[in-house]
């Protein structure tokens, strides 16, 4: 039975994206159940291709990464694929009808990350769209079910949400990018010597990005609002760590929020929406 053969795919999702990320798995539980499973589809896609690049050191990756383009256009336009990953993906692609401009731009970040080492104002900006932007609107696609006024409505703000989850990214994981993968994300930035102010300046960025966002989360439907609204808090509760570190420290460290803190996000999330606050 092919049905059967969809569980296991969309399983294997689900598991990609909990061992993974344990965040973004208790935000997508925090969804309506409807949402669950193609939101999941999305991630474990996402993941697997961010993991050619940032960890196949042994491997051939640009040639992995060519095949596993190939290999996701040809499962869409079939509509299967023996990869599990690849086949609950192409479910959510086909069903949701997300638009395959969005899936091209993300490969094409990726692609950059075997080759770019250093952006500037323009390639960052082209790089954070193709990478964390889309991948926000893939999601919108879902929430919105169809329903294109209301995409278009939530599009910047959803483009906003991405970016502010990939640039707290790039500042928690700036000493494996940095030092180890040899990447520097943010224009303008000597590492070597990062100061104060060059610190400052990307946490005003942040801080305009996440303020867009908000205004968007308000406004998802109530399916998805609680869900996108804790993974909201859980990445300004991380921003608002780093924002209190000195540049050197943030440097040095991965920064993480304590599993404690996180409970009480969630618990504090839920109250306001309760209250209908959100």
């Known amino acids: 039975m092919v049905e059967l053969f969809y569980i296991v795919s969309e399983q294997c999702s689900k598991v990609v994206t909990e061992k993974y990320s344990t965040s973004f798995s208790s935000a997508i539980r925090l969804l309506h159940r409807d949402l669950r499973k193609p939101i999941f589809n999305i991630y474990g896609f996402v993941r697997f291709a961010d993991e050619i690049v940032d960890t196949f050191h042994c491997h051939d990756k640009g040639a992995l990464l060519q095949d596993f383009r190939h290999e996701t256009f040809a499962a869409i336009e079939r509509g299967i694929s023996l990869n599990p990953i690849l086949n609950s993906f192409q479910l959510t692609v086909n069903q949701y009808?997300?638009?395959?401009?969005?899936?091209?731009?993300?490969?094409?970040?990726?692609?950059?990350?075997?080759?770019?080492?250093?952006?500037d104002r323009e390639g960052y900006c082209e790089y954070i769209y193709g990478s964390a932007e889309v991948v926000g609107l893939m999601c919108l696609y879902v929430f919105c079910d169809g329903k294109k006024e209301m995409y278009?409505?939530?599009?910047?703000?959803?483009?906003?949400?991405?970016?502010?989850?990939?640039?707290?990214?790039?500042?928690?994981?700036?000493?494996?990018?940095?030092?180890?993968?040899?990447?520097?994300?943010?224009?303008?930035?000597?590492?070597?010597?990062?100061?104060?102010?060059?610190?400052?300046?990307?946490?005003?960025?942040?801080?305009?990005?996440?303020?867009?966002?908000?205004?968007?989360?308000?406004?998802?439907?109530?399916?998805?609002?609680?869900?996108?609204?804790?993974?909201?808090?859980?990445?300004?509760?991380?921003?608002?760590?780093?924002?209190?570190?000195?540049?050197?420290?943030?440097?040095?460290?991965?920064?993480?929020?304590?599993?404690?803190?996180?409970?009480?996000?969630?618990?504090?999330?839920?109250?306001?929406?309760?209250?209908?606050?959100?």
Do not use: W
């Open 97 to 119: 009808n997300i638009d395959h401009a969005l899936i091209e731009a993300f490969f094409r970040s990726m692609e950059l990350d075997l080759s770019e080492k250093s952006y």
């Open 152 to 278: 278009q409505q939530l599009e910047k703000p959803a483009r906003s949400l991405g970016a502010a989850f990939q640039k707290v990214n790039f500042l928690r994981d700036l000493r494996a990018d940095f030092k180890c993968l040899a990447r520097v994300y943010f224009p303008g930035c000597d590492f070597n010597n990062f100061t104060e102010k060059d610190k400052k300046n990307i946490e005003e960025e942040i801080h305009q990005d996440f303020r867009d966002a908000y205004q968007g989360i308000r406004k998802l439907p109530l399916k998805a609002r609680f869900g996108v609204y804790v993974a909201y808090k859980y990445y300004l509760s991380l921003f608002r760590k780093i924002k209190q570190m000195e540049p050197a420290r943030v440097l040095e460290q991965r920064i993480r929020i304590p599993n404690y803190r996180k409970a009480m996000i969630i618990l504090r999330a839920g109250v306001k929406n309760q209250l209908r606050l959100i």
